[in-house]
């Protein structure tokens, strides 16, 4: 069953395998849902092929950007709606209350469905590897002055880039916000270079 990102009891996992739920199970590599991790994949990767031989293919900018655009759009509806809850069981979403104000949720799957090692993988790769391409095309438009392409990619970055955003916030968790988890990950590290230093002073 999937909590909301109101309760208290929202289950926090980690994020390239349920890595407390599979020491204590089985690891089950079979992809459970081959269509789900097809399409995850499918939309993204044709939109980055789209643009990088976009020139090649067509002549046209009008048609290179409308294809693009509609890959991107269907990725991120494909992602959002289908593709995280099935393969991950995580998902997210905005929504408007009675008076008027908006929430954004983000759940996290409880109970003793595990998730594939596989599917992860695929669905974690696909979510972080794509938007960080869109990145790099951008500078890549914006040094080569190629300023027509820019459209194009920053659209790659944002659409690709609140789903990264939004199922990393599932994974951390309801009660933790980004910015805390990175203060205290960089604490922890600054903690542990403090204490190696006095234990080689002493030494």
């Not at 209350?97 to 003793?112: L, P, Q, T, Y």
């Not at 391409?133 to 920053?154: G, Q």
Request: hydrophobic share 45%; charged share 20%; net charge positive.
């Amino acid at each position: 069953m999937l909590r909301q990102d109101s309760s208290d009891d929202t289950e926090d996992v980690s994020l390239f395998d349920a890595d407390d739920e599979m020491s204590r199970r089985p690891k089950k590599s079979k992809i459970k849902h081959p269509i789900a991790s097809f399409f995850h994949l499918f939309f993204r990767v044709s939109a980055l092929i789209v643009y990088l031989l976009c020139e090649l293919l067509s002549s046209s900018y009008i048609a290179c950007m409308v294809t693009i655009i509609l890959l991107l759009s269907c990725d991120f509806w494909a992602v959002k709606n289908i593709t995280g809850r099935l393969m991950v069981g995580l998902r997210w979403w905005n929504q408007i209350d009675e008076d008027g104000k908006s929430h954004w949720v983000f759940e996290a799957r409880k109970g003793k469905k595990a998730t594939s090692e596989a599917e992860s993988r695929i669905f974690w790769l696909g979510l972080i590897t794509c938007p960080l391409l869109w990145v790099v095309f951008a500078f890549s438009a914006l040094f080569s002055f190629k300023v027509k392409w820019l459209a194009i990619v920053i659209m790659g970055v944002t659409l690709q880039g609140a789903n990264l955003y939004g199922y990393i916030r599932c994974k951390v968790g309801s009660r933790k916000n980004l910015t805390s988890v990175a203060t205290s990950y960089l604490g922890r590290q600054l903690l542990r270079q403090t204490v190696s230093k006095e234990d080689q002073a002493v030494s």
